[in-house]
């Protein structure tokens, strides 16, 4: 039957590609597929519960007169020390433009200067100005705001919100489908949805971390479910910090965006001293890694870290970024006239399913995009405003290699009771979660070590031991992934620092590929010898 031919009046039948999660990765990948039918099951609303809303900074794309692609993939790799694979990111570059263009055509209203032209402006770590933005720090609301409202307006595109995927199923080599739990989780009644092609857009990991930019939904729990699957996991120890989450006892904590600092802005501590200066010779705008642990380190000492915009951008605060200046009046900060408190906050995980140039996963079946994902192109470090390109750039490359792989969508039995369960969590009360939450955050986080990380592999196996239910064990199991790579990893390299090797290593230049079993390997001997 030609896909034209479709008109979901009804869905019966045609939940042939299903994709997990409503955010930048699972929308675009959606509308991409189009007119094909596809089905969102998304864990909130979507809009809500998404990083992608959340984003400020905007998307990186070589489009200014100066800029060339060569110069975009050289400050990638730069930013990604040493192990960025440099075939995925000339992709994900060369094809920013154009993905570009589709948002825009989607209704994306981004800054334009006086003649229509767009504007772009710069970030740390990019040696050219590629930043397109949407009035100041909307980029992330805006973006998403068009795209939901093209989705609705797609006949194909099915959301189902408030489902929350627990399980991918596997039979042999394939996915055939996903168990989900309806009612953002909290239903008794689990729902399969038998699909050919499944593709994950979950997003990331913060909420494995006590302090974090990230919404709740992003508490790994795609990277766990894909390892459960069995399913290769890439560079699962580089996770970055953001230097300038705003330190005001808020979770997830608001973030005062790297374009402050693009902008002129200052670090100092309680003596209003400068201390990236001591630290880089790119001072404030010094990769993420590095100023992370300069705001660490003055955070420690007890001296303090602030962002001082009052002089760089003072009084056009609320007109240039008006969502940081919110969260800043809504704390007691006016950061017109005072420098506001900052602390490093996990942001963003460069780790994630290892997937392909056309978005593959190493099972049959799985395809993912977005956060969830580790395409190479961020290396140990991600280069700000790359990740929504790179997003964009895959969900794409998925429709397409969707289309040609499965040209005519097959008729499904969807949506099939899977039976009820009590084994029920709700996320942010569970004290498990809580725990776990602070073990990261203490053994796996700015700063790790050898005995630090291996604390963290038993109390995390502990945590697993005594907690049986399936949503928590998916969430479980990414944070050994993340603990154990940092443990293997005997060296420091970009988002990755051991204070037992400080030093990047000759031979550590190349990424981590790890299997749940590979990391539940770590994990027993780690056990035995506590025993001995
Ligand atoms: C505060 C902030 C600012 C940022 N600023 C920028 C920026 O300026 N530029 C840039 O490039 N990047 C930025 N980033 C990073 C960027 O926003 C994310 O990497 C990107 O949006 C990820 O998109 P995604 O679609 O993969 O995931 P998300 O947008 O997080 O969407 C994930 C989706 O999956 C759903 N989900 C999760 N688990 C399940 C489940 N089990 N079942 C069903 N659904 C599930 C969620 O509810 C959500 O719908 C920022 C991130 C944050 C937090």
């Known amino acids: 039957m030609p896909i034209d031919s479709f008109r979901p009046q009804s869905w019966n039948g045609i939940d042939d590609i299903v994709i997990v999660?409503?955010?930048?990765?699972?929308?675009?990948?959606?509308?991409?597929?189009?007119?094909?039918?596809?089905?969102?099951?998304?864990?909130?609303?979507?809009?809500?519960?998404?990083?992608?809303?959340?984003?400020?900074?905007?998307i990186a794309a070589a489009m200014s007169p100066g800029d060339t692609f060569e110069k975009h993939v050289a400050d990638t790799l730069e930013a990604g020390a040493g192990i960025v694979d440099e075939k995925m990111a000339r992709f994900m570059v060369s094809e920013g433009p154009a993905r570009i263009h589709d948002l825009l055509e989607y209704g994306v209203p981004f800054d334009r200067d006086l003649e229509g032209k767009l504007l772009l402006s710069r970030e740390a770590a990019h040696s050219e100005r590629r930043i397109v933005r949407v009035k100041g720090d909307m980029a992330g609301k805006a973006?998403?705001?068009?795209?939901?409202?093209?989705?609705?307006?797609?006949?194909?595109?099915?959301?189902?919100?408030?489902?929350?995927?627990?399980?991918?199923?596997?039979?042999?080599?394939?996915?055939?489908?996903?168990?989900?739990?309806p009612d953002a989780g909290q239903s008794k009644n689990r729902v399969h949805?038998?699909?050919?092609?499944?593709?994950?857009?979950?997003?990331?990991?913060?909420?494995?971390?006590?302090?974090?930019?990230?919404p709740w939904e992003a508490c790994g729990q795609g990277v766990g479910m894909a390892a459960r699957a069995g399913a290769i996991i890439a560079d699962p120890e580089f996770v970055q910090f953001h230097?300038?989450?705003?330190?005001?006892?808020?979770?997830?904590?608001?973030?005062?965006?790297?374009?402050?600092?693009?902008?002129?802005?200052?670090?100092?501590n309680a003596d209003g001293r400068r201390f990236m200066l001591d630290i880089h010779e790119d001072g404030e705008l010094a990769p993420r890694d590095i100023v992370s642990r300069g705001v660490f380190a003055e955070v420690q000492a007890g001296r303090g870290a602030f962002l001082d915009c009052t002089k760089a951008v003072g009084a056009h605060f609320p007109d240039m970024f008006p969502t940081v200046y919110a969260s800043c009046i809504a704390a007691g900060i006016?950061?017109?006239?005072?420098?506001?408190?900052?602390?490093?906050?996990?942001?963003?995980?460069?780790?994630?399913?290892?997937?392909?140039?056309?978005?593959?996963t190493s099972i049959d079946g799985l395809w993912a995009a977005g956060e969830?994902?580790?395409?190479?192109?961020?290396?140990?470090?991600?280069?700000?405003?790359?990740?929504?390109?790179?997003?964009?750039?895959?969900?794409?490359?998925?429709?397409?290699?969707?289309?040609?792989?499965?040209?005519?969508?097959?008729?499904?039995?969807?949506g099939k009771n899977a039976g009820e369960s009590d084994d029920l969590v709700t996320i942010e009360d569970?004290?498990?979660?809580?725990?776990?939450?602070?073990?990261?955050?203490?053994?796996?986080?700015?700063?790790?070590?050898?005995?630090?990380?291996?604390?963290?592999?038993?109390e995390i196996a502990a945590l697993e031991r005594e907690n049986s239910r399936m949503r928590f064990h998916n969430i479980v199991?990414?944070?050994?992934?993340?603990?154990?790579?940092?443990?293997?990893?005997?060296?420091?390299?970009?988002?990755?620092?051991?204070?037992?090797?400080?030093?990047?290593?000759?031979?550590?230049?190349?990424?981590?590929?790890?299997?749940?079993?590979?990391?539940?390997?770590?994990?027993?001997?780690?056990?035995?010898?506590?025993?001995?």
């Open 430 to 458: 569970s004290p498990a979660l809580k725990r776990l939450r602070r073990v990261m955050s203490d053994h796996v986080g700015v700063i790790r070590s050898r005995d630090g990380l291996a604390t963290a592999i038993r």
């Open 243 to 268: 230097p300038t989450a705003i330190n005001i006892g808020r979770d997830p904590a608001p973030l005062a965006t790297e374009a402050l600092r693009g902008d002129g802005a200052h670090l100092v």
């Open 334 to 360: 006016d950061p017109i006239t005072q420098p506001i408190p900052v602390v490093p906050a996990v942001h963003y995980h460069m780790g994630g399913v290892l997937t392909d140039a056309e978005g593959r």
């Open 143 to 181: 973006i998403m705001e068009a795209l939901i409202s093209a989705v609705r307006k797609t006949p194909s595109i099915r959301v189902l919100e408030g489902y929350v995927v627990e399980e991918l199923v596997r039979e042999g080599r394939f996915i055939s489908g996903v168990v989900a739990r």
């Open 193 to 214: 949805f038998p699909a050919r092609a499944v593709v994950l857009c979950s997003g990331g990991v913060g909420h494995l971390y006590a302090v974090t930019t990230n």
């Open 477 to 532: 199991t990414t944070a050994k992934l993340i603990a154990t790579g940092a443990y293997l990893r005997e060296e420091s390299r970009g988002g990755h620092f051991r204070s037992d090797f400080t030093e990047q290593k000759a031979d550590w230049k190349h990424r981590t590929f790890l299997t749940l079993a590979d990391a539940e390997k770590v994990a027993a001997d780690l056990s035995e010898t506590a025993v001995a």
């Open 21 to 58: 999660g409503g955010g930048l990765a699972g929308l675009f990948c959606a509308l991409k597929l189009a007119p094909r039918p596809v089905t969102i099951l998304a864990a909130a609303p979507i809009g809500q519960g998404a990083s992608s809303a959340w984003a400020q900074g905007g």
């Open 372 to 414: 969830v994902t580790s395409t190479g192109v961020h290396g140990a470090n991600r280069l700000a405003s790359n990740s929504l390109l790179e997003a964009v750039v895959f969900a794409a490359r998925i429709a397409e290699n969707i289309k040609g792989m499965l040209p005519e969508p097959k008729i499904n039995d969807w």
